[in-house]
């Protein structure tokens, strides 16, 4: 596609289930970052992969979220045992040349845990 | 620890006045630097980044950005503001070489007002 989608758009689930959300990059592009977005706060960095390794995932906040990349495109971030301090958007980019270049943003997934 | 601070959560400037958004970052060496804006129910979007060279970049929608070494700062101006830059605007920072996490400021509140 022309650009970085996710998905789903928005996702509503009960504390305590699993959720996976889905990154697609744009065609090419070796690096792909997760982000999280909470009301009020910056850009908090989950996992950084440069093709299918994931050479920093210091920023997952705990061992209920994981991620992994597949075939160097596709990305998906899986959170298990949901919390109400999960909920928060969940944004994706993509770059081809890691961090030195231009990040291209997804939309986002919105994660509301009740 | 390497880290990047805006200051000013939320800034509220008169249609046509001028603005600088303030970023300071604390890295062992100069980072790679960017500006990204991200505008009410939308993705971000890069607006200027500076590497090495000229101190002054300009970037999209008339922004412009100093980075300034003695000061460790990075900050965002533009000499006319349009109430269409009401947005979120981001500092973000990555090392210059190898290791290539991204990390974003808190971000800054950008209200325009008639």
């Known amino acids: 596609g022309a650009g970085v989608s996710q998905s789903p758009s928005n996702k509503v689930t009960e504390k305590g289930k699993d959720v996976e959300l889905r990154c697609d990059p744009i065609?090419?592009?070796?690096?792909l970052y997760w982000y999280r977005q909470s009301l009020g706060q910056g850009l908090e960095f989950l996992i950084y992969?440069?093709?299918?390794?994931?050479?920093?995932k210091s920023g997952l906040p705990s061992d209920r979220f994981s991620a992994e990349r597949t075939g160097g495109s596709v990305s998906t971030l899986t959170i298990q045992r949901t919390q109400q301090e999960d909920s928060a958007v969940y944004l994706c980019?993509?770059?081809?040349?890691?961090?030195?270049?231009?990040?291209?943003f997804g939309e986002g997934s919105r994660l509301t845990v009740l | 620890a390497q880290s990047v601070t805006q200051p000013d959560i939320h800034i509220t400037v008169s249609e046509g006045a001028s603005l600088e958004l303030r970023c300071n970052y604390s890295?062992?060496?100069?980072?790679?630097l960017f500006w990204y804006v991200q505008s009410p129910g939308q993705g971000l979007q890069l607006l200027l980044k500076?590497?090495?060279?000229?101190?002054l970049v300009q970037g999209i929608k008339g922004f412009e950005a100093e980075f300034k070494r003695s000061q460790s700062s990075f900050n965002l101006r533009k000499p006319s503001v349009h109430w269409s830059d009401a947005a979120e605007y981001f500092c973000?920072?990555?090392?210059?070489?190898?290791?290539?996490?991204?990390?974003f400021g808190t971000g800054t509140k950008l209200q325009v007002i008639p």
């Open positions: 980019a993509s770059s081809v040349r890691g961090g030195q270049g231009e990040l291209f």
């Open positions: 065609s090419g592009h070796t690096a």
């Open positions: 992969f440069q093709g299918n390794s994931a050479p920093d």
């Open positions: 890295y062992g060496a100069t980072p790679y």
């Open positions: 500076y590497f090495s060279g000229d101190t």
């Open positions: 973000a920072v990555v090392p210059s070489g190898g290791y290539q996490k991204v990390t």
